[in-house]
Each structure stands twice: as structure tokens, then as C-alpha cells.
């Protein structure tokens, strides 16, 4: 029984970590769907990058982690604001078919450049050398870099829906999603809106793969890789919210690693078998619109 009991607190602790990362991903995907109805596949390619910045920042400029962490945040909003600008703006009004063609372009783009400048193995992540032992809570030795992970991830979680319940941007946004020519008609710019609100939410896919480098292994494929579960995260949770992916990714996190640890043989088909009876029982979501 008490072998049971560890296990479970450590599958809900590692599980947790791993929910968090997910969930600082694909928010800027739940909300970038809700609000502009743009269904970009390619979300995780400014994760890949924002990993790729922050290995970069490292090993090659020197820079400790907390500060390359911010430079791959700031990097990627910046490029993700040029390339909705040159690229993304062009198609908000087409079809869902040539969004997904055109993201899906993207993902083949960016997964050669990456091979490209770093090769195909994956890139090692060094940790500074606090985040690499032990941290003792409750009884119990925690890696400490679990630790750092799920406490930075709670900061953002609690900065961005401080931001979005408490702002006058978060404000604006909320009006756009329930209703987005009633909010044009009062006078909100929208245009700038989508902009700030996709710069935003790449920049934090960017910093979520950053975080995660160490969970979710930044190699080219990573945009492929781990495209299911980011659509899991927004499906399950209902696009143009940010309660319900909160919920879904650590969902996902935990029972992704309870079948690791406890039915390995079976993969992620539970995952899967699971996200498919909820979304029969409730097409938009947990916590979508049902109307």
C-alpha cells in the first residue's frame, strides 16, 4: 500500500509538470482559435523555436538560464508578429482548408531549417547546477527542476489570467470572442488585437518549449511530434477559453504518465480512446460553447 501511495504522488508530481508545459504551449493555440477562428496547426513550430533560442542562448552566447528563457519569450513573440503581419493576417478570412494547408506548409519549412542548422538528434539541455538535485517537501525529495517548472508555469498562469480577467486588454479580448463585430462597432481596434493577442501566445508556446526541453525533447520532428496532444489540450478543454485547457493539460499530463508508469504497453491509446468519448459526449469541449 505504501508503494502504491509513492508512486501515486510521484506520477501526480511529474504528471503535473508535464500538464503545466502543455498547457503554457497551447493556450496561445485555445485562445488564437477562439478569437480569430485561424486554425493553425503550426502553433508548435514557435514552441520547437523557442527551445532551439533558449539551447542557442546557452551554449553559444553564454547566457544563464533565467535570462536565455526571457530571450526565447521576446524572440519568438517578435518573429511570431512579423510573420502574422507578412503571412497569418493574408489568411483570416479563407477557408479552414487553406489555413491548414498553409500551417501545415510552415511545419515542412521549419522542421528542414531545423535539420538544417542543428541536425537531427535532439539538443541537450544544460541545466544550471541548482535545478539539477533534490528539493525536500513534505517528507519527500523532489528533482528540483520539477519543482522550478511547475512553480514558473503557476506565475504564468496566474500573470496571463490576471491579465485576461482583470485588464482592459483581457477586457477587449473577451468582448472579441463573444462577439467580435459588437466589439468592433463600440470602437475596439481588433486588428491590433489579434496581432498583441497571437505575438502573445507564440511568445508563450515559445517559452513553454523552453521550459519543457527537458520533458519534450527539442528535435525537428517536435512540431509533428507533439501536434496531437496540443490539439488535445485546446479540443478537450474548449477553444477561447483558458480555465479549460487548463484542466485538460493536466488531465493529459497526469494520465499520460499514470500509462507510462502503470500500462506502458498501451501507449497513448488511452489518451486518445479518452479524448474521443469526450468530445462525443461534448463536441466543444469541457468548457466550450455549446451554442
Not at 33 to 61: D, K, Q, R
Not at 111 to 119: I, M, Q
Not at 135 to 144: E, I, T
Request: proline share 3%; charged share 10%.
Amino acid at each position: 500500500m505504501d508503494d502504491f501511495l509513492v508512486s501515486l504522488v510521484s506520477i501526480a508530481f511529474h504528471g503535473a509538470a508535464y500538464g503545466m508545459v502543455l498547457y503554457v504551449i497551447s493556450v496561445g493555440l485555445s485562445v488564437t482559435m477562439g478569437l480569430m477562428g485561424f486554425a493553425n496547426l503550426a502553433h508548435g513550430v514557435f514552441a520547437m523555436a523557442g527551445g532551439y533560442v533558449m539551447i542557442s542562448a546557452m551554449s553559444s552566447l553564454g547566457l544563464p538560464y533565467p535570462v536565455a528563457l526571457l530571450v526565447a519569450f521576446i524572440a519568438i513573440a517578435v518573429v511570431s508578429l512579423v510573420l502574422e503581419m507578412l503571412l497569418y493576417s493574408r489568411l483570416y478570412g479563407a477557408g479552414e482548408l487553406d489555413q491548414v494547408l498553409f500551417t501545415i506548409g510552415l511545419i515542412f519549412i521549419s522542421v528542414a531549417l531545423a535539420r538544417l542548422a542543428y541536425g537531427t538528434l535532439q539538443q541537450p539541455v544544460m541545466l544550471p547546477d541548482y535545478l539539477r538535485g533534490q528539493f525536500s517537501m513534505l517528507g519527500r525529495d523532489f528533482p528540483a527542476f520539477r519543482v522550478f517548472l511547475i512553480a514558473v508555469s503557476a506565475v504564468i498562469v496566474a500573470g496571463l489570467w490576471f491579465g485576461v480577467e482583470r485588464t482592459s486588454w483581457g477586457a477587449m479580448l473577451r468582448a472579441a470572442v463573444d462577439n467580435r463585430g459588437m466589439a468592433q462597432s463600440v470602437g475596439i481596434n481588433t486588428r491590433r488585437l489579434f496581432m498583441v493577442t497571437f505575438a502573445a501566445g507564440s511568445g508563450l508556446a515559445g517559452l513553454g518549449g523552453a521550459l519543457g526541453a527537458e520533458i519534450i525533447a527539442i528535435q525537428p520532428i517536435y512540431p509533428f511530434a507533439n501536434l496531437a496532444y496540443f490539439l488535445i489540450v485546446v479540443s478537450v478543454g474548449g477553444m477561447g477559453t483558458l480555465r479549460g485547457p487548463f484542466v485538460a493539460a493536466l488531465l493529459i499530463g497526469i494520465t499520460d504518465t499514470a500509462c507510462k508508469y502503470w500500462l506502458p504497453e498501451f501507449g497513448a491509446f488511452l489518451i486518445y480512446a479518452t479524448t474521443v468519448g469526450i468530445l462525443l459526449w461534448r463536441p466543444a469541449g469541457l468548457f466550450g460553447r455549446t451554442n
